[in-house]
């Protein structure tokens, strides 16, 4: 079982910068794609970003699509979500989750397995 844990999270003003990180713990980090989430309050878990094992292919939610970057370093296990240009509708908790392969099959939140714990990111206006 693969242990995620996000950090990097908290408040910023509109038009700031955020960079979110996620610690892998296990073997084999690159053999899976991996992918962040939000869920802002009262609202779905929504897809933000994924990349495959070997970094080469991303994607990105159309609301995030030129302002986020994903990345990994896979000789560390982590993973990042580089924030910028934040507006206020982009304050949600934000989850790492790994993904089923190596590649990116699917954006739902469920072919996405472990999970982590979630760091706030709250974006005043």
């Known amino acids: 079982q693969v242990q995620l844990e996000e950090s990097g999270g908290g408040l910023v003003q509109a038009g700031g910068s955020l960079r979110l990180s996620c610690a892998a713990s296990g073997r084999a980090f690159s053999n899976y794609a991996m992918g962040w989430f939000r869920q802002a309050a009262g609202k779905e878990r929504e897809f933000v970003a994924a990349i495959s094992g070997s970094g080469i292919n991303t994607y990105y939610a159309d609301s995030v699509k030129g302002r986020f970057t994903i990345s990994r370093d896979n000789a560390k296990n982590t993973v990042y979500l580089q924030m910028s240009s934040l507006k206020p509708e982009d304050t949600a908790v934000y989850y790492c989750?790994?993904?089923?392969?190596?590649?990116?099959?699917?954006?739902?939140?469920?072919?996405?397995?472990?999970w982590g714990q979630g760091t706030q990111v709250f974006v005043s206006s």
């Open positions: 989750a790994t993904g089923r392969a190596r590649y990116v099959t699917s954006t739902s939140t469920t072919d996405f397995r472990s």
